[in-house]
């Protein structure tokens, strides 16, 4: 069984930084796809960045240049550094994993941006 365990949401105020850490566990193709999504209150889940095995990422527009994605492959792990945030970054924060046809989700980690 695969699980995703997230860690490193809380509260910052506009400006801050915050590291989110995502380790996956249990069987799952190596050739894979990381990532993280968020989800803001009234809004649909959107993605904020991806990562390939190969280190290839991508960024949503609203956080290029503010946000960092990188991963350890022997680790199983991906993280998502976030600099300069915003009020609108304010969102629950979900680790994803795509591995062939099987998606994987984390439970989701609070992040608020509030002074």
């Known amino acids: 069984q695969v699980q995703l365990v997230e860690s490193g949401g809380g509260l910052v105020q506009p400006g801050g930084s915050l590291r989110l850490s995502c380790a996956a566990s249990?069987?799952?193709?190596?050739?894979?796809?990381m990532g993280w999504y968020r989800q803001a209150p009234g809004k649909q889940r959107e993605l904020v960045a991806g990562i390939t095995r190969g280190l290839t990422t991508n960024y949503a527009d609203s956080v290029k240049g503010r946000f960092t994605i990188s991963r350890e492959n022997a680790k199983n792990t991906v993280y998502l550094q976030m600099n300069s945030l915003k009020p609108d970054d304010t969102a629950v924060y979900y680790c994803n994993v795509r591995a062939g046809s099987s998606l994987y989700w984390g439970q989701g980690t609070q992040v608020t941006v509030s002074s």
């Open positions: 249990g069987r799952i193709n190596s050739n894979n796809v």
